[in-house]
């Protein structure tokens, strides 16, 4: 079935450093992927997605990477910055599912000064 | 350009009762998608609206129901409330109906059944 699973559930990173967060998809139809950043109080932003033509798409310090053989796909985060702590959500669309959208369970991400 | 906007943004319900929210799209959006969000399941499809047409439902029971006007905006009603309702829903739109389509969520109605 339709299934997206996230690792890891909680990342503690020091300012500066990398933070990486993966998800694996079930539906090799699978041909969206976007990642959201939740802050407290506030409902999920979309800060990039992929699609299935592309291997790698950059933005800034942001990088999603896609492995359509894995069926996996990743969010990089370079020069990470306090306030880049948050709840990290990535997704995936499945065919003939119009726009629902499968959420992992989440990352929470903390960058410590 | 204004993003979705959700209303109310907070609402206590007693069990048993029903509540309306209320969801209206970024401008020339076309698509609404509602979503529940818990600390236990997560965000989770609740249905999909285009064109006033529900074009795809989630695995919730017919309690949860909505609409869509010819203007885009959305309604989600939950009948007959339970404790486990409690919940922030989430309202998102998207440009057209179609795969692929980036989706832009609102602030959410955060939902306390007692």
């Known amino acids: 079935g339709e299934n997206v699973e996230q690792h890891p559930s909680t990342l503690s990173v020091q300012e500066g450093d990398s933070a990486v967060i993966k998800c694996t998809y079930s539906?090799?139809?699978?041909?969206?992927f976007p990642w959201y950043k939740q802050e407290l109080g506030k409902g999920p932003q979309l800060i990039i997605d992929?699609?299935?033509?592309?291997g790698e798409k950059k933005d800034q310090r942001i990088a999603v990477t896609l492995n359509k053989t894995a069926k996996h796909f990743s969010l990089h985060i370079t020069e990470t910055q306090p306030e880049d702590s948050a709840v990290y959500f990535c997704?995936?669309?499945?065919?003939?599912?119009?726009?629902?959208?499968?959420f992992g369970a989440g990352t929470r991400l903390a960058v410590h000064p | 350009k204004a993003g979705v906007t959700q209303t109310p943004r907070y609402l206590i319900k007693t069990r048993g009762q029903q509540v309306t929210l209320s969801c209206s799209p970024i401008?020339?959006?076309?698509?609404v998608s509602w979503y529940q969000q818990t600390p236990g399941q997560g965000l989770q499809f609740l249905f999909e609206y285009f064109s006033e047409t529900q074009r795809n439902k989630g695995n919730f029971p017919g309690r949860f129901s909505g609409r869509q006007f010819s203007n885009s905006r959305s309604e989600m009603n939950v009948s007959t409330l339970e404790l486990g309702d409690s919940a922030l829903y989430l309202c998102?739109?998207?440009?057209?109906?179609?795969?692929?389509?980036?989706?832009?969520f609102g602030q959410g109605t955060r939902l306390t059944v007692v």
């Open positions: 997704a995936t669309q499945f065919s003939g599912g119009y726009n629902k959208l499968i």
């Open positions: 401008s020339g959006h076309r698509s």
């Open positions: 992929i699609r299935s033509n592309v």
């Open positions: 539906d090799s139809a699978s041909n969206y």
């Open positions: 998102a739109s998207s440009w057209v109906g179609q795969l692929n389509t980036e989706a832009f």
